[in-house]
C-alpha cells in the first residue's frame, strides 16, 4: 500500500476551483515529482495535502489514514513534512532556533535531531547562531529543509526547493534531497525546473489544468516528447 | 539596504537615505535632548536638577516599559494594536488594591513605603490579570480572528475593551484619585550629587529590570518563547512547524496581561491610583513602542527609557502636564522620518 | 392655539419637515417639500398642544443634543464609513471647533470682566462666521496630523489622534490666555437670541412680532431650527459628495481596491481628503454645541463624551451610510439619556448595595455603553443600517 494517496481530489480558494480532479500517490522511499506548467496547481496540490486547504471533494490518505482537511499541527505528528516554497524560514530566529522550532513537538533534547541535519548540511553548523534572514537564499533552504527533517518524517514535502537558486545550489539542493530519501524519507517535490527534477525521482506526475495528465518513471516521462512539447517548454 | 551603497543616487534620495536613516534618528533624538538642556539653562534650571529629572526619568521609563513591552509582543503575535492595554494596567493596580484592603496590614518595609501586601498583591494580581486577558482575548478577539476581521476591527474591540474596564473601575473603586497607603509618609534620600529619590522608586526600577530579564530570559531560552517569537516571525510556518497557536496566544496574553498589571501596580506606588491613569499613559506607550519599532521587545525597551527621559526632563522648562505632548512630538518625529523605528529595516 | 404655541410648532415644524421631505419619495421636489413642510407643521402642531411644556422642552433639547451629535457622526462616517480612517481623537477636532466658534464670535471682554476672563480674541462675528472658522481650523489640524500618520498602518493614525485629543484637551485646561482654562469661557452668544427678547432689529417687524411670545428659556426651540437645517445641509452635500467619482475613489481607497486603479499618490490624497473633510464636518459640529452650551470648558470634550459615544453611534447606526450615522446619534442618545432614568430608578437597589454606588450610576451606562459597542463589532458589524451597495459597472473588471 503506497504511504499517500490522493483520490480524485477538488479543491480551490474561496469560489475559485483550482484542482479539478487529481490523483497521486506515493510509495515508501519513494522520490516523486510533480511538474507542469504555471498555474496548473502544483502548489495548490501540496497545501491540499498539508491541510491547509480543505478538498471539496476527494479524500487524502496517509499511512492508511484519512488525512482529508487534518490541521497541519496534527499530520506533522504523523510524520509529514513540508517546506514551503517562500517564506519558508523563521528570519528572525538563529539556525538553531528555526531547528528547534523544526522539533517542536517533540519532548526532550534535541541534540540527536540536530546532529543529524548539521551532518548532512555542515554549512549550517559552522552558522548555527546566526539569524536566518541574513543568510543566502541556497543556505535559507538549507535552514528550511532541515527545520522539516528535524522530525524524522516519513514523507518531506517540497514544494520549488530549487526556485531562485543559481544553478550549482540547484545540483546542491537535489544532491540533498537524494541523500535524504537514501536514509529512508519518501519525498514529494513540486519543481518548476522539470528537467532535472524528474531525472532524480522515481516517478513523476504532468499536472496541468488542475488535472494530472500523464504519469510514469521520471526518465520516461523525460524521454517522451509529447510530454516535453506539451508541457515541459520543449 | 542595497540602496544606500548604489553609486548612481540623485543628491535627493540621498538626503532622504539620510534623513531616514537609524543614525538621523539618534542624532534627532539628542538634539531633543540637547534644546532641552538649553532650554532648562535660559530658564535658570540647575544642572543638578536637569540630572536629578534624568534620573527619574530613568525610573519612570523601567514602568513605562513593563507596559510597552506588553503591547509590543501583543502586536508582534496577533498583529493587532491593543488600545486596551493601558486600561488593563489600571485595572491591574486597582485589583491589587483590592488584595491590599482584604489583607490584615503589616508595617512599612522600611526603607520602602509599602508593606508585605504590596509584595503578596503583586504575586496574586499579575498572574490573574495574564489569565484574566487570556479570557478576554478568547471571548473578543479569538472570535474576530477566527472571521479574518480587518485589523481595525480589533482596534476597535479594544477601544470598546478599554471603556469597559475603566467604567468597572468607575463603578468599583470611584472617580477619585487614591494611594495604596493613604497617608503614609514618603520621604526621599539623597542618591548621589544632590538627586534625591524615593526609596520606593528604586524598588520599582529595580523590580523592572528584574521582570524585563525574566521576559528576556523567557524569550530566548524557552521553548515557548522561542515559539512567541517564531509565530510573531512567521504564523503560517510556526503552525506548518506543529507549534499550538492557541498556546502561543495564552502565553502572550500572560507575559503581556501580567507585566501591564505590574506596571499599573508600580505606576500607582510611585504615583496614585487613578482611573484615566491606563488610558493617559496610552500614548507614551505606544509613542515608546513605535520608536522602538512596533513588535520589537528589546525596541520597546529602549523605546521607554528614552520616553521616560525626554518627559521628566521636559518639564524642567515647561509645564509638566505637557509631558504626553514631549512623547508625542517625539512619536510624530519618528514617524515623519523613520515610520519603521529603531529597530526595523527600513523599506 | 395659543400664539406661544403657535411660534413653537413654527420652529419645530422646520425639523419636522427636514426629515419627512428626506424619507418621502415623492416627486417632483417642490411638491414634495410642500407635502412634508404640511406634515412637518401638522405633527409639530400637534406635538406642542398634546404635550406638557416640561416634557416639549425635553423632547426638544434631545433632538437638538442628538442632532449636533449626528453632525459629528456623519463627519466621522466620511473618515471611518467610507474610507476606513480610525479616528479615536475627534474629541480634539470637536473641542477646536468649539473654542474657535466662541473665540471668533464673542466680544473680548472688557472692565471687571477682563481679570476674570482671559482669551485669545474675541471678535464678535456673527455665529455662520464662527462656524466656518471652526471648520476650517479643525481641517488645518487634521492636515498637521494626517500629514505623518496616513501614509503609514491604520494603528498608526489611531494612536496619534488620541495623542492630539489629550494634548487638546490639555491646552484648553491650561493656556489661560488662549480660552480661559481650566475656568469655563462663558458668554458664547446664541443666533437669534434677540427673537426671545425684544426681537431683532434686521428682522422684519411681522417676524418678531410672531416669535415675541417666546421667553429666554424658550430659546432651544429656535436653536433646533437652525441645527436641523446644518445637518440637513451637511447630509445633503455628503449623499451629493458620495454618490460623486470622489465618493467612489474614496470607497476603492478603502477597499484596498485601488492599487489596480491609481497610484500610491491618488490614495494619499483621497485618504488626506476625507480626514480632513470629515474633521471640518466634526468642527462645524463643535461650533453647534459651543453656541448651545453658552459656557463651556475643557472638561466637556473628555474620551467619553467627545470621541467613544460617536464611535458607538455610527458603529450601531451603519458605518458608510449617512442615514445610518444620523439613525445611530438619535438612538444610542436616546439610549444614553434612557440609561440615566434607568440608573436613577435603580437608585435605591444600588443604595443597598452600597452607599457608594448611586452616586457612580453613569459609569455603569458607560459599562453598558462598551458592551454594546464590542456587541456590534462582535455580531452586527455592519450596523442597523447597513452600507447600500453603489453598484458602479467598472467593479466587474477587478
Redesign the interface.
Known sequence: MPLLTVENVVSGYGEMQVLRGVNLTVGHNEIVSIVGPNGAGKSTVMKLV?G?LKPWEGAVTFDGRNISGM???KL??LGLS?V?QV???????TVE?NL???G??LSGSLDQQKERVYELFPRLAERRRQRAGKMSGGERQMVAMG?ALM?DPKLLMLDEPSAGLAPLLVDMIFEKVVEVNKAGVAVLMVEQNAKKSLALADRGYVLATGQNQVDGPGEKLLGDPEVARLYLGG | MTENSSPALRPGERVRNLLTSRAFIYVLLGLVLLGFVIAAQAKGVSANSLLSLFVRGTLLGGTLALGAVGVTLVFAVLKM?N?AHGDTMTFGAYMGLLVIMVLPKGPPLAPFSFGYEFLLALLIVVPLIGLFTFGLDQA?FR??RARR?????F???A???A??L???V??FW??DFTYYYVGRARPAVELFAGVRVRPDQLFILGLAVVLIVGVYLLLERT?IG??M??T???P?????????TNRVILWTWLIGGGLAAAGGMLYALDVQLRPEMG??L??PL??SV?LGT?GNAYGALAGAFVIGIVWQMSSAFI?P??G??V??LV??LV??FR?EGLFGRSK | MTPLLLAKSALLAVPLWLVTSSLLPLKPSWLKHLVSLAIGFGLAAAATFFIPAGGLSYITSFILMASIYAVLSLGLNVQWGYT?L?N?GIAAFFAIGAFTSALVTTQMPTGINATFTKQLMGLGMPFWLGLAAAGLIAGVLAWLIG???LR?????L???T???A??VR?VF??ERWLANGPQPLRGIPQPLQCLTGNGCDWLPGFVNDFFAPLAPRDYPYIYVAIVALVLFLTYRVLERAIRSPWGRALRAVREEEASAAMNGKDVAAFRMQSFVVGAVIMGIGGGLYAHYMVSIDYAHFD??YGT?LI?VML?LGGSGNNRGAILGAFVVWGIWSGTSFAVDALRPALAAISP??P??GP??R??F???L??FI??YR?KGILPEEKVVSLDRDLT
Open positions: 498539508f491547509l490541521a497541519p499541527e506533522v505528528k513540508y514551503p517564506e519558508n524560514v523563521f528570519p528572525n530566529l532556533e528547534d522550532m523544526g517542536y513537538t527545520r522530525l | 494594536a488600545f473578543i472570535p474576530l476581521a480587518q485589523p481595525i476591527m482596534a476597535m474591540a477601544l470598546g475593551l471603556f469597559g475603566r467604567s468597572l468607575y463603578i470611584g472617580a521553548k522561542k515559539a517569537r517564531a510573531a516571525d512567521n503560517d510556518l510556526a503552525r506548518v512547524s506543529g507549534i499550538d488610558w493617559w496610552l500614548l505606544f509613542a513605535i512596533l509645564n502636564t505637557y504626553h505632548g512623547a508625542f512619536m510624530v514617524l515623519l515610520p | 476606513g480610525f479615536i500629514k505623518p500618520t503609514l498602518r491604520d494603528d498608526y489611531a494612536i496619534a488620541i495623542g492630539i489629550e494634548i490639555l485646561q491650561n474620551p467619553l467613544f464611535w458603529m457608594a454606588l452616586a457612580r459609569y455603569i458607560l459599562l455603553i462598551s458592551l459597542l464590542l463589532v462582535l458589524p
